[in-house]
């Protein structure tokens, strides 16, 4: 029987490359995570600016506005154009308009001018990354409002 001599048990030769590889697992994760937060960011700065852009638009097309079509008034009974502007500017922003949920609301149920419209977006966040599914999966949201000019 051969006895292996106690330095030999000692020896150091695989732990480097041992915590590399738990360090780079917890690295890789760590940059994942800020390219998702970077995206859920500019998700939720499109959905605000959607909103924005169809607040805007219904409070130049008031119940004064003359035209048809999308140079016409939009109104409590006609929010087609506004939703129309709002997905427009969300497909440029690269988010998928069909999982956009838009509500326009005239709280007065009046377009004339001096009247209050509100636009709210939301849109369900979905990371790109499932090992993120469950921490970052939520709904964002804004509403604008503003007030009708003409």
Request: charge should be positive; glycine fraction near 10%.
């Amino acid at each position: 029987m051969r006895i292996v001599p106690f330095r030999r048990w000692r020896s150091d030769e695989g732990n480097s490359m041992v915590e590399f590889s738990l360090i780079a697992v917890m690295l890789v994760i760590v940059l994942l995570a800020i390219v998702e937060m970077g995206r859920m960011v500019l998700v939720y700065t499109t959905v605000a600016n959607a909103a924005r852009a169809g607040a805007r638009y219904a409070i130049v097309h008031g119940g004064e506005r003359t035209g048809s079509g999308a140079t016409g008034p939009s109104g409590p009974g006609s929010t087609t154009q506004v939703q129309t502007v709002v997905k427009n500017f969300a497909s440029a922003g690269l988010l998928n308009t069909s999982n956009l949920t838009i509500t326009v609301s005239y709280p007065n149920g009046l377009n004339t001018a001096g009247s209050l419209v509100s636009v709210t977006v939301t849109y369900p966040y979905d990371p790109l990354v499932p090992y993120f599914s469950t921490i970052l999966s939520t709904t964002l949201g804004s509403t604008s409002e503003g007030v009708i000019t003409f």
